[in-house]
């Protein structure tokens, strides 16, 4: 009331006490600026009925203040909804674009998930990485492999005391663990710079998350990979959450189902760890944005082309068999009627005597559901958004099925041969770490930490990775060059440069 403070930072659920409205109709507010601004629409991943009360709380205002809206992951649909929703007349929009091109992106399907991770994380010794978990039992049972293995971690999720919890993130961020296991309760708010890798143990429930999470590596700039490890189980706990979610009751103002939204999304999160085409170009065609026609060249489908295999065979009976089961079922039903299963059930549809009944018998029936979601990635079947999932042949997939169209989709092999799952390599940066001066890059890093020990602050923010590179690269030994170095300016030059020069002028 006094002035004393500028700036006051609430939650939008306060907006729901008179007496704090009150309050802040007293006081002299000059600016509203909201966070996490897709909250606000149902169309978005993280809708909270809170967020329309800001609209209200601003209209209040005798002298309206300036407002501003700010969110990382926001589709065309959802721009507008901030607009009209948060009543913002005829703003000014800025998109920065959703491109971060360090980023390496790679859909992977192991046969043995913890066994793919184990391989990749020795690989990656020594980097700081986020492990995403979509259940807090997952996220126990992962950190608990990782210890066994050796590899040293810690885990978050909302279930752990807050004590835990604040223990473990300080450990990730000064640098005191690598590895954090993790629900997506971890990240809101963190801006660790050198996560160099962000591991998906399970496919997300929406692009909006996967991107927000995937997104918290290589914040400095440098290359860092988002790889996801996919399974049709990822497919069958998303839809169980979903469907027993406790959101299913619509918000004053917003009539649209909240969970055949998230069904919605969850279909589009499955076409791209389906998709054959560049990774990088779906997610930017997804938030509206145009990418290039001939791909990324760095991310998993554009290293390998794809991975495409001829299909033709079995895609046919695929589309035969949802022709002539009348489209109006979902994968689970369709997969068996493949396999020539459940016979009680088809023969109660007629189903047992259609001519594909049984033509993919052979063929496990996770690889069936990957078939049908790899043929709607790429357009020959088209799945309802409802809670169901109804599989029903597209324009494309007519054609193919009644002319000689060759089918071309990613595949994995059925019973692929046993052994160590091997990680693509993205393209690498050139830095300390690849030119040969990674016991350079070593020595300073840990000087870097041992300075951020002594002032108890996270190591990234006396210099940043990119920093330490461009040190490796350069080996400054005066002033004027050590500020040639990304990243640093006069004060750290003042602070750092002497001590980290004679360690270089040491290393030579």
Request: proline content about 4%; glycine content about 8%; charged content about 25%.
């Amino acid at each position: 009331m006094k002035g004393a403070y500028k700036l006051l930072y609430i939650a939008p659920e306060r907006l729901e006490n008179l007496n704090f409205l009150n309050f802040l109709n007293a006081i002299n507010v000059s600016m509203v600026t909201i966070d996490e601004a897709h909250c606000v629409s149902q169309w978005g991943h993280d809708f909270r009925p809170s967020y329309l009360k800001i609209a209200e709380m601003i209209a209040m205002f005798k002298k309206k203040p300036v407002v501003s809206a700010f969110t990382a992951t926001a589709t065309p649909i959802v721009k507008e909804d901030i607009v009209k929703l948060l009543k913002l007349d005829d703003p000014v929009t800025v998109v920065t674009g959703f491109d971060r091109k360090n980023l390496y992106f790679e859909v992977n399907r192991p046969d043995d998930k913890t066994e793919f991770m184990l391989d990749y994380l020795r690989k990656n010794s020594g980097k700081s990485g986020i492990i995403y978990c979509i259940t807090r039992k997952l996220v126990e049972s992962v950190h608990e492999k990782l210890e066994t293995a050796g590899i040293a971690a810690v885990k978050y999720h909302a279930g752990l005391p807050m004590k835990e919890r604040k223990a473990a993130q300080e450990k990730f961020i000064y640098d005191q663990a690598g590895v954090i296991v993790a629900t997506n309760a971890f990240g809101m708010g963190i801006d660790k710079s050198n996560v160099r890798f962000v591991l998906h143990y399970n496919m997300p429930k929406n692009i909006e998350s996967y991107y927000q999470e995937a997104g918290r590596a290589g914040r400095d700039g440098e290359k860092s990979e988002c790889v996801l490890l996919f399974s049709g189980s990822d497919i069958i706990m998303n839809k169980f959450l979903i469907e027993n979610s406790d959101r299913d009751k619509d918000a004053a103002g917003a009539p649209r189902s909240d969970k055949t939204n998230e069904m919605r999304k969850l279909s589009q999160m499955i076409e791209y760890c389906s998709t054959a085409s560049c990774l990088r170009s779906y997610v930017l065609k997804y938030f509206g944005e145009k990418p290039g026609a001939s791909g990324c060249g760095n991310c998993g489908n554009c290293s390998s082309g794809g991975g495409l295999t001829d299909m033709t065979g079995r895609a046919k009976q695929v589309l035969l068999c949802v022709k002539s089961m009348g489209e109006r079922f979902g994968s689970s039903f369709t997969a068996e009627v493949l396999r020539g299963e459940n016979f009680e059930r088809a023969s109660e549809y007629g189903f047992d005597a259609i001519p594909s009944y049984g033509s993919l018998k052979g063929i496990p029936a996770p690889a069936i559901k990957d078939l049908i979601s790899s043929m709607a990635a790429s357009g020959y079947l088209t799945i309802d958004e409802s809670l169901y999932r109804t599989i029903s042949l597209s324009d494309k997939g007519a054609s193919a099925l009644e002319n000689e169209e060759t089918i071309m989709l990613k595949h994995k092999e059925d019973k692929p041969e046993k052994k160590r799952a091997a990680v693509k390599q993205p393209p690498k940066a050139t830095s300390a770490e690849t030119t040969g001066d990674s016991r350079l890059f070593d020595r300073l890093k840990a000087l870097r930490r041992e300075l951020a020990d002594k002032q108890h602050v996270p190591p990234y923010l006396i210099f940043s990775d990119a920093a330490l590179n461009g040190m490796c690269r350069l080996l400054p030994t005066t002033a004027e060059e050590f500020l040639e170095v990304s990243g640093v300016g006069q004060n750290k030059l003042r602070r750092y440069g002497k001590i980290f020069m004679a360690e270089i002028a040491r290393f030579k």
